[in-house]
């Protein structure tokens, strides 16, 4: 018997614990049980059609893009452990939905933040960095916005004196230098 949920799960463990090509190679594996060729690949049937638990695969999509969400800290992370220095992916949260997209080179990091709907308000950012960062900038809605920086572990946390709402249609975008 297949237990896909259960290997959803194991796979997303394996990717936060930093065991990315393990936990995609167990995601492969249920993708390629349920190839479209010989069924159907919405149907991944685990004690019955359209099972629930399968909906796990969701929890490896948040360790591969290193989300975390705190709605009533107002806090937002990203640690992209595929393909960092290019990355975009979507994420919700509570009050709204968007895109996080992501470049970095050795000397430069730019990250955008961008909401499609609804609202999302910041008090802290973080995001995983490649080096030590000295000068971060962030600008909200084409605004320069006060921050502070803190760097420890090869992340850098970004704090507002007041929370920053981000309306749909508007784009945060921080630079890390």
């Known amino acids: 018997e297949c237990m896909n949920g259960f290997e959803y799960q194991a796979a997303g463990h394996m990717i936060w614990e930093g ?61 992209p452990r595929l393909t960092p220095e290019n990355f975009k992916a979507a994420f919700t949260s509570a009050e709204g939905w968007g895109t996080f997209s992501q470049e970095r080179n050795e000397t430069l990091q730019k990250a955008g933040i961008e909401l499609k709907r609804g609202t999302l308000v910041v008090r802290t950012l973080e995001f995983g960095t490649s080096g030590t960062p000295r000068n971060v900038e962030v600008r909200s809605a084409g605004k320069k916005v006060a921050c502070t920086h803190e760097v420890h572990d090869g992340r850098v946390t970004i704090s507002f004196a007041e929370p920053v709402q981000i309306k749909a249609g508007e784009r945060m975008e921080i630079s890390i230098a």
Request: one cysteine or more.
């Open 19 to 79: 065991m990315l090509q393990e936990g995609m190679a167990v995601t492969r594996a249920v993708h390629d049980r349920y190839d479209a060729s010989r069924r159907n690949p919405w149907n991944e049937i685990e004690c019955g059609d359209h099972y629930a638990r399968s909906m796990a695969s969701y929890g490896v999509f948040l360790a591969a893009c290193g989300f975390e969400y705190h709605g009533p800290k107002a806090h937002i992370g990203f640690f």
